[in-house]
Nanobody
Framework: QVQLVESGGGLVQAGGSLRLSCVAS????????MGWFRQAPGSEREFVAA????????IYTDSVKGRFTISRDNAKNTVYLQMNSLKPEDTAVYLC?????????????????WGQGTQITVSS
């Protein structure tokens, strides 16, 4: 089993920035596609961003393109989400996830391991 632990959430004003980190246990981090998802109260879990095993392929949901950047450091077993120009509609619990296969998918059903999540609240 893979354990994922997120950090970096908090309260920020609209237009501000936050950087999330997710640290994975084990020796196989570099074999996983890593993704970030978010879930607001009463809403379905939605895809935010994902990154391939080597870090050379990145995808984003349309609403965060140009504002968020996903990256990874395989030597540190860590994936990051840099969030700039934050908006109140970005408010949600953010979760990192790992997929053991090689292709990137946007559906949370395609991911095998999940962190507990970290709350991001953007005030207006």
């Amino acid at each position: 089993q893979v354990q994922l632990v997120e950090s970096g959430g908090g309260l920020v004003q609209a237009g501000g920035s936050l950087r999330l980190s997710c640290v994975a246990s084990g020796r196989s981090f570099s074999t996983y596609i890593m993704g970030w998802f978010r879930q607001a109260p009463g809403s379905e879990r939605e895809f935010v961003a994902a990154i391939s095993r080597s870090g050379d392929n990145l995808i984003y949901t349309d609403s965060v393109k140009g504002r968020f950047t996903i990256s990874r450091d395989n030597a540190k077993n860590t994936v990051y989400l840099q969030m700039n120009s934050l908006k109140p509609e970005d408010t949600a619990v953010y979760l990192c996830a790992a997929r053991s296969k090689s292709l990137i998918f946007r559906s949370p059903r395609e991911y095998d391991y999940w962190g507990q999540g970290t709350q991001i609240t953007v005030s207006s």
